[in-house]
C-alpha cells in the first residue's frame, strides 16, 4: 500500500496533499514547485497523451482546461531542474502572473485563480491514512529495534555511525563511504539522501519514510476537524452536489450556485459510495483470489513442462537410437526441437508468472489502500476520492477478465516422431505436428473460461472454449448447473453459443456449473466444475417496462411518481422465491393525505388500481394517522400511526419463515402482516399523484429487526 501514499513528484510519502481536479495527489510544497507561469492572456497546454484519459472534468467557473490544438502553442518550460522522482520542478513563480500546474501523472493542466493552490481542496482523508500508515510502522520498527545507532554498511571492518542514508539505494553510508561509493553526481545525483533512521534489529537498513520527519517518533494521532466549505471557511459541509461531484455548504446553495443541479444529502451519498466501493472490492478480492491460485497452477506447470521434456527427450533418444547410424545425424537435431520448445513453453510460463505478479501486487496494494479509506467516517473527505477510487477498483478488475488468468502454453509437448519411414528417407526426418489421430470421437471436454464467468445481482454469466481444434465437429454444447443448494443439476442451455447468462436464480446462494459438448457420434465429457455465488443483498429499481402508463419514474427508474389521480401500480426489476430480503421506501412527497401502499405482487398483477385488491398482491395502505393490510381487497389489522415527507417504510419478506412484515421509520408497524407466502414475489408500489417515493435496495435487514 506505500506506493499509494507516495507523492508522484517528490517519491516520499504524501505531507499536506492537495486534491486536484483529475482525482490525482501531490504535496503542497511539491504543488508550489511545478506550478508554471504562463504568458500573459494565453491559457496552459494540455498534453496530447491525456486524451484518452478515463477523468471527467468538471466545468467550474473558476479552472479552464485547453487542449495543445486550442491554444496554439508548445509547453513552457523555464527551467530543466528535476526532483528525485524524475519529475520536472520549477523555481517559485509571481503570484501576480497567470500561472498553471499540469499533473504529473496524467499531464492535464489547470489555470490557477486568484486564490492560487489554496483553490485546491486539501486531501485530508489521505493525509490521515499517511499518519496512521507512519505511526504503526514507526511501531513496528520501535518494537523490533535493537539499538538506536546506526552503522555504515559499506565499512569493511569496525563499521562506524552512518551519517546519510540513500532512500532509492536503501543503503546507509557514513561520510566516507558516501564520497567513495555514492558521489553525489551522475546518475546518482538524483538519489535522495537523508539522515539516517532506526536500524531494525535484522541488521538491514531501515525502512523509507515520509520526508519532513525528523525521527522514528511519529506524533499521537489528533481529531480532525469538521470539513469546511472553500468558499465559505465557516461552514461545514453539509450535501453534495451530484452534477458537480463535490460537497457544498448551505450557504452554497442559499447563494444560487447549484440551483439547477441535483443536490443530495452528503451521509446518504456517503452511504451509497461505500456501498458502490464494497461492493467493487469484492469484484477485486475474488479475482485477487484467483490470481493466487493461477499463480499456482502456473508454477506447478514448470514441474510438469521440465518432467514431460525429459520424458520426450528419453522416447527421442529411444528412437532416434533404434534406427542405428542412419538416425545419429538427425538426433541432434530432434533434441535441439524439443529443448526449443521446452525453453520457449518455461520462457512464457516464466514471463506470466512475472507479469501476474507485479499485477497482482498492485492490486493487493490498491486493496488496501480502499479498505483504509473506507475505514474512515468523514464523509466529505471520502467522497472527495470514491470516483476516482471505484473508477481505479472497476479499471482493475476490468484487467484480469481480458485472459490475464489463462495460460498461454500448455504443460503437454504436441509433437509425434514416426519410426515406421523407409531408410532412405531418414535424413528428412521432422516431428510431425500435433498429436495422432485415432479417427472419430467424441467432443474433448471443453474449458471453462474463468476470467470471464462472473455473477450479477441474481443473474451468472458463463463462457467456455474448446481446449484444442478437433476434427471431430462439435454440432453443440449443453450447460448444466444444480439447484443453489448442492443437489441435483439441471439444463439450462443448450445450443452453439459458447457464452450463456442464466437470470432468475437465488440471491445469497452458490451454484455449482459445468458444461459438455456433443456431436453426431455422441456426448462428450463433462468440463471441470465452478462455483459462482449470486449477490447477498439485492440491488434492483422499479421496472419501466411493466408500470402503468401513467406511472413517472427518474432518478434513474429509483424514484417513482405518478399523473393520475388514481392509483397506479408499479414493480420492481427482481422476484424473489428464497432467502430473506428488505428494502425501503422513502417519501418524497405527501400532500393532501393519500393512502400509498406498499408490498409484494405476483408479476400479472393489475396494475390500475390500489395494490392488494386482488388476489395476486399483499399489501400495507397507509395515510397520515392508520393503515391496514390488505390482499384480495380485504382490509385486515387497522394500526394507529401515519407517514409523513421525509418517513421511510420498511418491507421484510422472509421466505425462509414464509411471512411478510411492515415497518415504518425502523419500527414494526402493526402485527405479521401476511404467512403462508409461497411462490415467486415482486417489490411493488401503488401511488398517486400527491405521492413521490425513492427506492431504497442493496440493505442487508437492521439489526434491531429480527426477522
Known amino acids: 500500500m506505500e506506493e499509494e501514499l507516495k507523492c508522484p513528484v517528490c517519491g516520499s510519502l504524501f505531507k499536506e496533499p492537495l486534491l486536484l481536479p483529475c482525482s490525482h495527489n501531490v504535496c503542497l510544497s511539491c504543488a508550489r514547485n511545478i506550478t508554471v507561469q504562463t504568458p500573459e492572456g494565453e491559457t496552459p497546454v494540455q498534453s496530447r497523451t491525456s486524451a484518452s484519459s478515463d477523468y471527467d472534468y468538471l466545468d467550474m467557473d473558476k479552472m479552464s482546461l485547453y487542449s495543445e490544438t486550442d491554444s496554439g502553442y508548445g509547453s513552457y518550460t523555464p527551467c530543466q531542474l528535476k526532483s528525485p522522482n524524475g519529475v520536472r520542478v520549477f523555481p517559485p513563480v509571481n503570484p501576480h502572473r497567470h500561472c498553471s500546474l499540469t499533473c504529473p501523472l496524467c499531464h492535464r493542466s489547470v489555470s490557477l485563480d486568484e486564490r492560487g493552490l489554496r483553490g485546491f481542496p486539501r486531501n485530508r482523508l489521505l493525509e490521515a491514512i499517511v499518519a496512521r500508515y507512519q505511526q504503526s510502522r514507526a511501531g513496528s520498527a520501535s518494537a523490533s529495534s535493537s539499538s538506536n545507532a546506526v552503522k555504515c554498511q559499506l565499512c569493511d571492518r569496525n563499521p562506524v555511525d552512518a551519517a546519510v542514508m540513500c532512500e532509492q539505494c536503501d543503503v546507509f553510508y557514513c561520510n566516507a563511504c558516501q564520497q567513495r ?33 525528523s525521527g522514528g517518533q511519529q506524533p499521537p494521532a489528533t481529531a480532525r476537524k469538521p470539513a469546511t466549505c472553500v468558499d465559505h471557511e465557516a461552514e461545514n459541509f453539509g450535501m453534495y452536489c451530484y452534477s458537480c461531484k463535490c460537497p457544498v455548504c448551505m450557504k452554497c446553495l442559499d447563494e444560487g450556485k447549484h440551483a439547477k443541479h441535483d443536490v443530495k444529502p452528503l451521509a446518504v451519498m456517503w452511504k451509497q459510495h461505500k456501498c458502490q466501493l464494497s461492493q467493487a472490492l469484492n469484484g477485486v478480492s475474488d479475482k485477487a483470489k484467483d490470481a493466487k491460485e493461477f499463480l499456482v497452477q502456473l508454477k506447478n506447470m514448470l514441474q510438469q513442462i521440465q518432467e514431460n521434456g525429459v520424458e520426450f527427450e528419453a522416447c527421442v533418444v529411444a528412437q532416434c537410437d533404434s534406427l542405428i547410424e542412419a538416425l545419429t545425424r538427425q ?13 520457449y513453453k518455461l520462457k512464457v510460463v516464466r514471463d506470466q508468472i512475472t507479469h501476474c505478479t507485479m499485477k497482482l501486487r498492485q492490486t493487493t496494494g490498491m486493496m488496501e489502500y480502499c479498505l483504509e479509506v473506507l475505514k474512515e467516517n468523514d464523509p466529505s473527505g471520502f467522497l472527495q476520492i470514491s470516483d476516482a477510487l471505484i473508477k481505479r477498483v472497476t479499471s482493475s478488475q476490468d484487467q484480469w477478465v481480458k485472459g490475464a488468468l489463462e495460460p498461454k502454453v500448455g504443460p503437454e509437448f504436441d509433437l509425434t516422431l514416426t519410426t515406421d519411414s523407409l531408410l532412405q528417407t531418414i535424413l528428412l526426418l521432422d516431428f510431425c505436428q500435433g498429436k495422432v489421430d485415432s479417427g472419430p470421437s467424441v467432443p474433448a471436454a471443453p474449458l471453462l473460461q474463468l ?17 484444442a481444434p478437433s476434427a471431430n465437429l462439435i454440432e453443440g454444447y449443453i450447460l448444466e448447473l444444480d439447484d443453489g443448494n448442492g443437489g441435483q443439476y439441471r439444463e439450462v442451455y443448450v445450443g452453439k453459443e459458447t457464452v450463456c447468462t442464466v437470470d432468475g436464480l437465488h440471491f445469497n446462494s452458490s451454484y455449482n456449473a459445468r458444461v459438455k459438448a456433443y456431436n453426431a457420434i455422441g456426448v462428450g ?14 440491488w434492483f429499481t422499479f421496472d419501466p417496462t411493466t408500470a402503468h402508463r401513467d406511472i413517472v419514474l427518474s432518478n434513474e427508474n429509483q424514484t417513482v411518481s405518478c399523473n393520475s389521480y388514481d392509483d397506479r401500480v408499479v414493480l420492481g426489476t427482481a422476484a424473489f422465491s428464497k432467502g430473506t430480503h428488505y428494502w425501503e421506501i422513502s417519501i418524497d412527497r405527501y400532500d393532501n393525505h393519500p393512502d400509498p401502499a406498499f408490498g409484494v405482487a405476483r408479476i400479472n398483477t393489475m396494475k390500475d388500481m390500489m395494490l392488494g385488491k386482488d388476489d395476486k398482491a399483499w399489501a400495507m395502505y397507509v395515510d397520515n394517522n392508520r393503515s391496514w393490510f390488505m390482499h384480495n381487497n380485504s382490509h385486515t389489522n387497522r394500526a394507529e400511526g ?30 405479521t ?20 417515493v425513492t427506492l431504497l435496495t442493496g440493505l442487508e435487514v437492521p439489526k434491531n429487526i429480527k426477522p
Open 181 to 213: 561509493c555514492h558521489p553525489s553526481r551522475g546518475p546518482l545525483a538524483k538519489h535522495r539522501l537523508v539522515p539516517p533512521r532506526v536500524k531494525p534489529a535484522g541488521g538491514g537498513a531501515a525502512s523509507g519514510g515520509a520526508s519532513g520527519c
Open 642 to 671: 401515519g407517514i409523513t415527507k421525509g418517513a421511510t417504510v420498511g418491507v421484510l419478506l422472509d421466505l425462509t419463515k414464509h411471512t411478510l412484515t411492515f415497518y415504518i421509520n425502523k419500527e414494526q408497524h402493526g402485527p
Open 451 to 467: 476470467e470471464k464467468c462472473c455473477t450479477r445481482n441474481n443473474s451468472a454469466t458463463l463462457a467456455w472454449r474448446v481446449v
Open 673 to 692: 402482516a401476511f404467512e403462508s407466502m409461497e411462490g415467486v414475489f415482486v417489490p411493488a408500489v401503488s401511488l398517486n399523484r400527491n405521492v413521490q
Open 525 to 538: 465429457p463433462y468440463s471441470k466444475t465452478v462455483v459462482l455465488k449470486t449477490s447477498d443483498v439485492a
Open 331 to 343: 538426433k541432434v537435431k530432434l533434441l535441439t526441437k524439443v529443448n526449443k520448445e521446452k525453453e
